[in-house]
């Protein structure tokens, strides 16, 4: 007890004198914001760290990297802190948060933007829509820039515009030396090829140069369809041939609780698509007619609006715990959709879901060696979850896990930001051929040590 005692104090006090070297501010165990500090959006992760720095600029960030080598304390990187596989906390160890870093100079006439990491894809969408301009992040506002920007970013303008990292123009990383380096296509272009796809593997960023894209007039919203068969198979086929200007999400899942859905849908499977179309009204109006025809709406909430509210609004304390599978198809034919149908019908689960997300355009144009993102070919990417209580998390991770065998079709590609914590085979599943061989090399370059292992993990020993 006294050692502990002890223990606790030392603790304590050098976490005090270490903050006296920083901006930002030291958050440990006993603080009365330690427990809201140390949530992550995932409900299923409650880890202790034993420091929490909320850095305030890319000095703090270099002293935090600096010190979790000297102390060989793990490193937990945090920026939305939406991880499905809980990588943004750490057990003991020293959360490197970037929350408090929000700063955002957008330049209007170049048509670019520099966001510090703190950034949530909602604040900088918001920003930049006061100039009709946009860059391509994700579904949901909350997550941060971040992440989604480091694993690839695919959401409402990736045909239209590609992945996020395709609007990447440069970035400042603090590397596992305590070095900031600027990175772009001529600066260290090894480590900017790393960055686009290879998470954070190699550093922390603390600001990006993003391309803004003249996003002044969109199509969008939700279209409740009958969940057929038929229905879901022409969808994606619609999807596939439409023009560029549309990217569409397709939720198939239990109608949720929503207030304009007539009681009789409610908790029956539907087909809820969010479609985006980026262009003029008429036009996409026309793009969203054969979407429409399909058959009678449930719902039809689609109408010209501003491109961020296409983010839904967000609950404050929603903590979901969920288990996930993603996987590449080449096709969802009318087979393919009964078999999503059957599974979804046999789970116990309270809610889950088969995401569907038809790709091409603009990211399939980009070379795959371009970036560590490799999947440029893969047309639909579909994501399984299950939401879980306290006592089915084995029975919801058998079903998933039955489910995604059921439907692969021979790629067995993995998108990093949607894995959880499914072991290594995964992740290099999401770097295939040459691109893992690249990511090693330059991991061992970068961070020689994996100071950087808190995610999904390039380790620079032992290349699988
Ligand atoms: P964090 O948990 O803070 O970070 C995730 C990982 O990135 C960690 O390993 C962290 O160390 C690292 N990291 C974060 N910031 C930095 C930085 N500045 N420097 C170095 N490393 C850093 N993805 C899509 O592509 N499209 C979507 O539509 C989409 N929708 C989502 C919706 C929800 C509700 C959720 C939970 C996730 C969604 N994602 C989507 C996945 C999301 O892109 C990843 O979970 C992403 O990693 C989250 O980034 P974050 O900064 O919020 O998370």
């Known amino acids: 007890m006294a050692n502990q005692h002890h223990s606790k104090a030392t603790e304590t006090h050098s976490a005090l004198s270490f903050s006296a070297l920083l901006k930002g501010r030291v958050i440990v165990p006993g603080d009365a914001d330690y427990d809201a500090a140390r949530t992550v959006f995932h409900g299923g992760v409650d880890r202790r760290p034993s420091i929490i720095v909320r850095v305030a600029n890319a000095s703090d960030v270099a002293r935090v990297v600096l010190l979790a080598q000297e102390r060989g304390l793990e490193l937990a990187v945090r920026g939305g802190g939406h991880s499905g596989a809980g990588h943004s906390s750490v057990e003991g160890g020293v959360v490197l948060d970037l929350r408090d870093m929000k700063d955002l100079d957008i330049d209007v006439k170049g048509c670019a933007a520099w966001a510090e990491a703190g950034l949530t894809a909602g604040e900088y969408t918001e920003a930049t829509d006061a100039h009709g301009l946009a860059t391509g992040f994700g579904d949901t506002g909350s997550v941060g820039i971040g992440g989604i920007t480091l694993g690839g970013g695919i959401g409402y303008l990736v045909r239209k515009y590609g992945l996020t990292i395709d609007s990447l123009l440069a970035a400042e990383v603090v590397t596992a030396d305590g070095q900031l380096l600027q990175t772009d296509e001529e600066h260290h272009p090894d480590l900017f090829w790393a960055i686009r796809g290879g998470g954070g593997n190699f550093g922390v960023v603390t600001r990006f140069k993003f391309r803004l894209h003249r996003v002044d007039s969109v199509v969008g919203g939700m279209l409740l369809l009958p969940a057929t068969p038929e229905v879901i198979a022409d969808f994606i086929a619609e999807a596939e041939s439409a023009p560029e200007e549309l990217s569409t999400i397709v939720n198939i899942m239990p109608a949720p609780p929503l207030p304009f859905l007539p009681a009789e849908h409610q908790g029956k499977l539907v087909m809820m698509a969010l479609m985006a179309y980026v262009g003029e009204v008429e036009a996409g109006n026309r793009a969203l007619e054969p979407f429409r025809k399909l058959a009678p709406p449930i719902a039809d909430l689609i109408r010209p609006m501003r491109y961020p509210e296409m983010f839904p609004p967000e609950e404050e304390g929603y903590h979901p715990m969920a288990v996930s599978r993603t996987m590449f198809l080449d096709t969802v034919d009318r087979g393919v959709a009964e078999s999503i149908l059957a599974h979804l019908r046999s789970s116990t689960a309270a809610m889950r879901v088969a995401q569907l997300r ?62 959880g914590d499914e072991g290594a085979e995964r992740v290099r599943a999401a770097y295939p051929g040459p691109t893992w061989e690249r990511l090693v090399a330059l991991k061992r370059r970068y961070d020689p040590g994996n100071l950087f292992r808190l995610n999904h993990n390039i380790p620079p020993t032992n290349p699988l």
């Not at 490799?374 to 399984?384: G, N, Q």
């Not at 306290?390 to 993995?414: C, I, K, M, P, Y």
């Open 358 to 419: 038809v790709l091409g355009g603009a990211m399939a144009r980009v070379p795959t060696e371009a970036t560590a993102f490799a999947h440029r070919d893969s047309r639909i990417m579909v994501s399984l979850a299950a939401f879980y209580g306290l006592h089915d998390q084995a029975e919801q991770e058998s079903w998933v896990t039955d489910f995604a065998a059921a439907l692969r079709q021979g790629n067995d590609g993995a998108y990093v930001n949607f894995l």
